[in-house]
């Protein structure tokens, strides 16, 4: 985006962290592609990318939290209730469905804001209580049932069709959101604040910068994030889901740190992260082909331990690369 | 000459507690304007209230002839007046680039920040103060004094007419400080004036034009610099009579009477890697031994090797009759050594603790009854430390945080009085603290040599090693390079020995 992004010498010196996703993420790429026959296939390209846009959508909102030095523990939840409410918006057509389960999951971010700066409760605790709310919430609207969406309408066409028949609409959206979150947060005046808050607020707020108005923004763009998150969750599998997203936030997280941004924030990037996602995405991938393959039999839990292992080795990777960097350590 | 600043008859209260109380200050264009006064006497609640951090009670604040509105940081930088707080206002972790732009970024479309411009703009306004660095590089990366200079170029870069800065070389070398006193001085040639807070007196001598005094919320003296003396100055701050203090001395020490007793404390060789290669120091009972040297010459490092911090790779440390040396902290302070580490802050005091549990918190094991920490005797102990330093707290359970600099280092100079310890190794021990407060605490220094145990001193400050220590251990580049008794160590002469000059040490 900038100057500093392009010179890619430049990135890895002073990113680090990210150069190792990425490298992680080749690796990884690479690996499938010599192992596995059908890995490169068309089909797994999409079938991949449109079950992982919704992780890679709540990811690049959680990193803004992050990058505030916040924490955005309600996306999970805001997910599944903004699924049942575009379930229930599915007859009006998507181009109803998908803002008005975005402006809900604003309307989450909002409350999360209130509280965060207004009420000054810790992000944690705030958006704790929202995650519960919401998982509640979601439950209450739909009865405890899944609502199925109305198939004749042109909402399903978000999760299951392809634009110009070529990557599913899903993809489309969340490769935009993402493109222009990146621009925000490289180019704008907004998206570093964002950046010198989580660096260190005291001094953003010395500096005069807008750091209330930047913090609500987070929140709500985590929010937002989170209600297309739910759009693609309900037109992908034909119903809003009022039970689902347990857990998201925690991948989400894990996609973020991943990517190399710093959990108290200050440091990180939108591409990185959504590298982060994809890495977290494809250990599951590579394990499904293996399963395939028959030489085999990993369970659903064992992957989740693989994958928790997985994330372990990339961290403590990190941690080493992060380590060597001159001029990492604070001056004395 | 119309002043620039013009603040008479404020007053501030924080719930009851008056902070001001019929403070002024005044300040020309292009004047170089030193405040000063003890902790606690009211400047930092003024340059909050000028700078719109606080709300006054009462008084009137003229700037640029016009009464000024200023409701916040923001509104201060847009009438001109930008302050370099000693807890510096920028983001390390972020491009000096942006540290200097935020907020007034140059863009394109009216929405995207234009980065080539903006670099472009912070290397030539850097380039100005003579310093040529790679802007994108995080400030982190760069020394502490590069990013003071990053905070004034800021500064000035917005258009200030006044220039406030807090302390601005408590973490700078003497070569740094003329970088800054170059920077001040073309601020001051350019009309822009400055407003310098600082506890180092010889600083305003070399640059400012006129001094204010604070003492209790109050202001007492204002005077140009040219004619007055320092101790014109100390006794205005503490309020005291001039005289009186010529007699005193100017610190509370009075080092070289001690006797020397038993030893304590002896390092013979000690090597714990690149920047300690040979420390040899003998502690008596008794007695004050201070470690002079230049930053980087080992004196942290000598410390710590004392400790039990750093493992010792060549070289004996003889505690008492014990052959071996504290290997861990744990065992040092089994032993009887406490360390006051510089770092107040990081190191020392838990900011939301009580000051009764900042004071005990190394003792509680020993305060424990069948694994219940007895309140009463706790209470106890800690109003004795508290009465016998002059802690000054409003009770024993006000957050430390509160408490003045100078109280929160006399609480943890409790803290380690409180486990009864024989040898004592404090860094730094009166830093940032103001100069009633540092008189108290050398007193409670010698006080505790005087019953028979000892003390290593590390301070950069010479008037106090000179004073202070019995002794003075003289290292340079990790070795003890000589060894000065007091009396007759003079400032000149420990100077000398820090520049390892043969004709001393010969």
Redesign the interface.
């Known amino acids: 985006m900038?100057?500093?992004a392009l010179d890619l010498r430049?990135y890895v010196a002073?990113s680090p962290q990210s150069a190792a996703v990425w490298l992680a993420l080749a690796a990884l790429v690479g690996f499938g592609l010599l192992r596995y026959e059908n890995f490169g296939s068309a089909y797994n390209l999409t079938s991949f990318l449109n079950y992982n846009s919704m992780f890679i959508v709540i990811s690049v909102g959680m990193c803004f939290v992050i990058l505030t030095g916040g924490i955005d523990l309600s996306v999970g939840s805001v997910a599944a209730f903004t699924s049942v409410v575009a379930a229930y918006l599915s007859p009006y057509g998507i181009q109803v469905a998908l803002p008005g389960a975005v402006l809900t999951g604003v309307g989450f971010g909002a409350l999360n804001a209130f509280s965060i700066i207004v009420l000054r409760i810790p992000p944690f605790i705030a958006t704790l209580a929202a995650m519960l709310a919401a998982k509640g919430g979601a439950l209450v609207i739909s009865g405890a049932q899944t609502i199925s969406v109305d198939w004749t309408s042109n909402f399903t066409r978000m999760g299951m069709e392809s634009a110009w028949n070529l990557l599913p609409w899903s993809i489309v959206i969340v490769a935009a959101v993402v493109l222009v979150l990146w621009?925000v947060i490289?180019?704008?005046?907004l998206g570093?604040?964002v950046?010198?808050i989580?660096?260190?607020e005291?001094?953003?707020?010395?500096?005069?910068?807008k750091v209330a108005r930047a913090k609500a923004f987070v929140y709500m763009l985590s929010g937002g994030c989170a209600g297309i998150a739910g759009v693609i969750l309900a037109s992908g599998f034909g119903a809003g889901q009022p039970l689902e997203g347990i857990g998201w936030e925690l991948s989400a997280i894990a996609s973020v740190v991943v990517g190399g941004t710093?959990l108290t924030g200050?440091?990180g990037s939108v591409p990185a992260t959504v590298a982060g996602a994809l890495l977290l995405g494809l250990v599951f991938n590579i394990l499904n082909f293996e399963n395939g393959r028959g030489t085999i039999s990993i369970s659903a839990y064992w992957q989740m331990v693989i994958r928790g292992g997985f994330l372990f080795a990339v961290i403590l990777f990190q941690a080493r690369v992060t380590a060597r960097r001159p001029?990492a350590g604070?001056?004395g | 000459m119309q002043p620039l600043l013009s603040m008479t008859g404020v007053e501030k209260a924080f719930n009851g507690a008056t902070a001001l109380a019929g403070a002024s200050l005044e300040i020309l264009p292009g004047e170089v304007h030193a405040l000063i006064g003890q902790n606690g006497a009211g400047k930092s609640t003024l340059i909050k209230i000028l700078t719109g951090v606080y709300r006054r009670d009462a008084g009137q604040v003229l700037f640029r002839g016009a009464p000024a509105r200023i409701a916040g940081p923001r509104e201060a930088q847009e009438a001109g007046i930008a302050t370099i707080y000693q807890e510096l206002n920028l983001v390390p972790l972020r491009s000096v680039t942006e540290n200097m732009i935020m907020g007034y970024e140059p863009k394109r479309l009216g929405v995207f920040i234009d980065w080539r411009e903006a670099h472009r703009r912070a290397r030539e306004i850097l380039m100005r103060f003579g310093i040529d660095i790679d802007v994108r590089a995080p400030l982190g990366s760069y020394s502490t004094a590069i990013q003071q200079l990053v905070a004034i170029a800021r500064a000035v870069s917005l258009d200030a007419r006044l220039v406030i800065m807090d302390e601005p070389t408590s973490s700078l070398d003497a070569s740094e400080i003329e970088v800054l006193f170059g920077v001040v001085r073309g601020l001051r040639a350019a009309g822009v004036s400055v407003l310098y807070v600082s506890h180092f007196l010889d600083e305003l001598f070399a640059i400012c034009d006129r001094v204010t005094t604070m003492r209790d919320g109050r202001t007492v003296d204002c005077r140009p610099i040219a004619g007055a003396t320092k101790l014109d100055l100390i006794g205005a701050m503490l309020g005291r009579d001039t005289a009186e203090i010529a007699a005193d001395g100017m610190t509370e020490f009075g080092g070289g009477a001690a006797r020397q007793g038993e030893i304590l404390l002896r390092a013979e060789g000690v090597a714990t890697g690149p920047r300690l290669s040979r420390l040899d120091l003998t502690l008596h009972r008794g007695e004050i031994v201070g470690l002079g040297g230049l930053l980087g010459s080992g004196r942290t490092e000598a410390a710590r090797a004392l400790f039990g911090e750093d493992p010792v790779t060549a070289g004996a440390i003889r505690l008492k009759d014990a052959p071996s040396a504290p290997a861990t902290p744990a065992q040092a302070i089994a032993r009887g050594i406490g360390f006051l580490s510089e770092d107040r802050k990081a190191e020392g005091i838990v900011p939301g603790m009580s000051v009764r549990e900042n004071l005990t918190l190394a003792l509680l094991p020993r305060l424990a009854r069948n694994g219940q920490v007895d309140r009463a005797r706790e209470r106890a102990l800690v109003q004795r430390f508290i009465d016998a330093l002059g802690i000054k707290t409003a009770d024993m359970e006000q957050p430390i945080r509160e408490l003045s600099g100078g109280n929160q280092q006399k609480v943890l100079l409790a803290r380690w009085l409180a486990i009864e310890p024989e040898v004592l190794i404090l860094d730094e021990p009166t830093r940032g603290v103001d100069v009633g407060a540092k008189r108290e605490i050398q007193a409670i220094i010698r006080d505790f040599v005087g019953q028979g145990h000892g003390v290593v001193l590390i301070s950069s400050e010479f008037e106090e090693l000179v004073e202070g220590a019995d002794r003075i251990v003289v290292l340079n580049e990790g070795r003890t390079v000589t060894e000065l008794a007091n009396p007759g160590i003079t400032e000149d002469r420990l100077v000398r020995a820090l520049a390892h000059d043969r004709r001393v040490t010969a």
């Open positions: 900038n100057a500093d430049r002073h621009i490289e180019r704008t005046s570093r604040t950046l010198a989580g660096g260190s005291d001094a953003s707020v010395l500096m005069g910068l710093l200050g440091l001029g604070r001056p």
